[in-house]
């Protein structure tokens, strides 16, 4: 099994920055994908960012030129750099990883738990 852990979730004035790590572990053979999704004002979960392997990253309308993800493969983890914070960005934000867990499996998709931010205006 693969385990993802984030953190980093706070509370921030509108206006500020914050920056949200993911930690993945457990059976590794590769990643395919690893991103950060949020629950929209609907409950549903909606995509912030995704950066797949060997093709372009993914940002949502509403982040863009505000929010960047990186990762680094060294470690399995996954970042989320946000900036100019606007109280619409409240909410929990998950990380999201496609992992091979082996030379020839398909990708599966794993969840962390969750990490809240809430931005206060």
């Known amino acids: 099994q693969v385990q993802l852990v984030e953190s980093g979730g706070a509370l921030v004035q509108a206006g500020g920055s914050l920056t949200l790590s993911c930690a993945a572990s457990?059976?590794?053979?590769?990643?395919?994908?690893m991103g950060w999704y949020r629950h929209d004002p609907g409950g549903r979960r909606e995509l912030v960012a995704v950066?797949?392997?060997?093709?372009?990253?993914i940002y949502a309308d509403s982040v863009k030129g505000r929010f960047a993800i990186s990762r680094d493969d060294a470690k399995n983890m996954v970042y989320l750099q946000m900036h100019n914070l606007i109280p619409a960005d409240t909410s929990v934000y998950f990380c999201?990883?496609?992992?091979?867990?082996?030379?020839?499996?398909?990708?599966?998709?794993?969840w962390g738990q969750g990490t809240r931010v809430t931005v206060s205006s």
């Open positions: 457990g059976n590794i053979f590769s990643i395919a994908s």
């Open positions: 950066m797949p392997t060997g093709r372009d990253t």
């Open positions: 999201n990883a496609q992992i091979h867990m082996g030379p020839n499996l398909r990708a599966l998709g794993f």
